[in-house]
């Protein structure tokens, strides 16, 4: 009788993850939601120098910061989309090249093979080293008359004619890509390979006896089954790549040169730097729907050629 | 496929709130104790690391506690840091009682309230305002307004230029116009040697030299209003004038336009540049090994016939003192600026940090009679201007800065650098002012 009540009172399997999970929601609240709505809040202020210390109390000025933020012929809003389209690029080709790195060197060190754990180390070492660390290290080497970068394609292979600048002009793209995707790929290598653990063994050995070549396998076994991680890995990696702020502030400082303006470097100069606090909410604002936009699609489309496939 | 789900929303979660939370504010500054037996102090790094300035000011705040009986806790803030805590402090109005400021922020903070201000009383309080250096003070807040803070350390720019690689090149005196500059750095550049370095990558330094270049044209980069005026016809003149010592007279090394770290100090300081042009830069050549006898320093030069505003030769350069007006402990916190300020402490921390004292009684003191300091302190006296004292000079500094700074990154990859390729710049810079 009363182990019925205690049992009738314990909270039902269905109620329990949801109380396991209030902790955690109320810490989101507190720490992403509510400054979340504030920054919102922020971006119809007309929030500088003169009303922050009480920026509670700054002018409400509507829509203005976001027709600022929009009106592409004048050149804060030229210059947002300018680091939009820069922003876009990079991302295009730092989440490419890190996927293809990582999935090349997951599938070749998939089998076993002397020093396979000491090279599956080496490749995990830029995600482990801390961001400043790194970076700081590959800002050295991009210098231009001391750094080893132009050492070795100028003084030694004799690739350029002139010494190449990195960190400032166009050539700066090149480089941010460059460390973002050697930062980044590890982490497509390290899902990857335990994506392949998943695998079993036997389908590749039921191909190779159907005369299936190592390519054929790649295509009709492996990306296949590595399909579900990949899906999260390449949203994981796209969001991550297009709010980097650490490479580029590192790498450039607070005045990125035009051809390597991150949209997060540009937001922080716009709001911070320039001390426009409620224009530089109004760009995150715009960003964060970009944002949402991009990832419910890319969700919807996943999920409804996954249905389709199944 | 469920996990997977899980794990995309997270990150999704995570991502957009990281963007979101980028226009929040910051991290909220240290709160004081609110006892009023204590202190809190920023200091702005001023010597070689947070460190070195750790064991230059505790002695000294010992002695503060000693004479007062109020504790200071002492923080040394970065200054990559230092204007983000100050705005984050000043947001969440908990901060410390006493800061450093650059003196150039001085006006931008002011407009924000979160300082108090120096009317005639506080001054009276730490002994005056004739104590002080005119100039010096002036930078400390808008005209016709009470200083927002007191000046603590004072710099200005001199041209160092190399006694030896002058002497080689069959080089007298050192230049004192523009011309003669750039007749003499092609004669030093050579063997992989240039004549001049520059930190062209550092906004900040960009903005300092185009400042001085332009009161020399007779401009200032706002009218008498107060309205930006970046591109006028003589501020597109200064900053070209600037540019070209890469693009036309290539008297700097093109790798230069890329310094932000000091850099062109450390040329001089070896021998790879025959001049530089810096604010109080012994005690950074000292550190680099370089004897304070190798090297001459000399105003920076002017054009020829000079004469009123066209003899500037730096702007005012240093460290301002705050209070910050939230601070529980306003009374022991305008003790210690007091303190601070005294002749004595003056005297002990200029000469360590190899700045000039902006405190008149101060500078009698022997330590400040180098060749160095006695020129910067010539310059200072005479032939300095402040920076616009304008709420938006930090947006100013920022804007210019990085226009010479794209400009520089041109001319060293050999792009040509004409007066409408710097005027369009300078126009973009422009029109990203506020509006107000």
Request: hydrophobic letters at 45%; charged letters at 15%.
């Amino acid at each position: 009788m009363i182990l019925d009540r205690i049992r009738s009172w314990r909270p039902g399997r269905a109620g329990l993850p949801y109380l396991l999970l209030l902790p955690a929601l109320a810490l989101e609240l507190l720490i992403h939601l509510i400054p979340m709505l504030t920054g919102v809040w922020v971006s119809f202020k007309q929030l500088t120098q003169f009303f922050i210390r009480n920026w509670s109390e700054a002018p409400w000025t509507g829509l203005a910061n976001y027709r600022v933020a929009v009106d592409f012929d004048a050149p804060i809003g030229r210059s947002l989309l300018n680091s939009f389209w820069v922003t876009c690029a990079f991302t295009v080709l730092s989440v490419g090249l890190s996927w293809l790195i990582g999935t090349v060197a997951a599938i070749h060190t998939q089998d076993a093979f002397r020093g396979r754990g000491l090279l599956r180390a080496a490749f995990l070492l830029p995600y482990a080293l801390p961001a400043y660390a790194a970076v700081i290290t590959w800002s050295f080497m991009f210098q231009r008359d001391t750094g080893l970068v132009n050492h070795l394609l100028h003084d030694q292979l004799h690739l350029t004619g002139d010494k190449p600048f990195w960190l400032i002009g166009d050539n700066s793209f090149t480089a941010l890509t460059t460390v973002s995707v050697w930062r980044s790929w590890p982490f497509a290598f390290l899902t990857l390979t335990a994506g392949l653990q998943n695998i079993p063994r036997e389908l590749y050995e039921a191909a190779a006896l159907d005369g299936a070549g190592v390519w054929q396998q790649i295509r009709r076994i492996t990306l296949p089954s590595l399909r579900p991680v990949n899906l999260v890995l390449v949203l994981v990696l796209f969001l991550w790549t297009f709010n980097d702020f650490n490479t580029p502030f590192i790498l450039f400082g607070k005045a990125a040169p035009e051809a390597a303006d991150l949209i997060s470097v540009h937001i922080y100069q716009s709001s911070f730097v320039t001390w426009n606090f409620g224009a530089g909410s109004a760009m995150s604002v715009l960003l964060l729907f970009f944002l949402l936009l991009v990832t419910s699609a890319y969700l919807f489309l996943t999920s409804r050629s996954r249905g389709a496939d199944d | 496929m469920r996990i997977h789900r899980l794990a995309a929303a997270t990150a999704l979660v995570a991502a957009l709130t990281l963007t979101a939370t980028a226009c929040g504010g910051g991290t909220a500054g240290s709160a004081d104790g609110g006892d009023p037996g204590t202190l809190t102090y920023w200091a702005s790094n001023q010597g070689a690391s947070p460190e070195q300035d750790k064991q230059i000011l505790e002695p000294e705040l010992r002695k503060f506690e000693q004479q007062t009986g109020i504790k200071v806790k002492l923080e040394v803030v970065p200054w990559s840091d230092l204007l983000n805590r100050i705005l984050a402090a000043t947001a969440s109005g908990q901060g410390p009682d006493v800061l450093n400021i650059g003196n150039t922020w001085s006006t931008s903070l002011q407009a924000t309230g979160a300082l108090l201000p120096f009317d005639a009383a506080t001054l009276a309080k730490i002994g005056g305002k004739d104590r002080f250096l005119p100039a010096a003070l002036d930078t400390a807040g808008a005209a016709g307004k009470d200083p927002a803070a007191v000046p603590l350390y004072s710099m200005a720019y001199g041209l160092y230029y190399n006694k030896k690689m002058f002497k080689d090149a069959g080089i007298e005196q050192p230049p004192a116009t523009w011309d003669e500059l750039v007749a003499d750095g092609r004669k030093l550049t050579k063997d992989g040697h240039f004549g001049l370095a520059v930190e062209g990558g550092n906004v900040s330094e960009n903005v300092h030299h185009v400042f001085t270049l332009a009161k020399q044209h007779g401009t200032d980069f706002f009218d008498a209003s107060g309205k930006p005026r970046f591109d006028s016809p003589q501020a597109v003149a200064a900053v070209k004038q600037y540019v070209d010592l890469i693009a036309t007279h290539k008297v700097a090394a093109p790798g230069n336009a890329e310094y932000a770290n000091n850099q062109s100090v450390t040329d001089f300081a070896t021998g790879k540049a025959a001049m530089l042009m810096w604010q109080a830069a012994g005690a950074n050549l000292k550190s680099h090994g370089m004897n304070p006898d190798d090297y001459g320093v000399a105003p920076v030069p002017v054009p020829a016939g000079a004469s009123g505003s066209a003899l500037t030769t730096s702007m005012v350069a240093g460290i301002n003192l705050a209070v910050f007006r939230n601070s529980r402990n306003p009374d022991g916190a305008l003790q210690f600026v007091k303190f601070m300020t005294s002749t004595e402490e003056q005297t002990v921390l200029n000469r360590t940090y190899g700045s000039i004292p902006p405190v008149k009684e101060a500078q009698a003191d022997p330590a400040f009679a180098t060749p160095e300091l006695q020129t910067l302190a010539k310059v200072l006296g005479s032939s300095a201007q402040p920076l616009p004292r304008i709420a938006d000079e930090s947006q100013f500094e920022t804007l210019v800065g990085t226009a010479v700074k794209n400009l520089l990154a041109a001319a060293a990859a050999g792009k040509p650098v004409t007066e409408d390729t710097v005027k369009a710049e300078l126009t973009k810079a422009q029109q990203q002012m506020p509006a107000s």
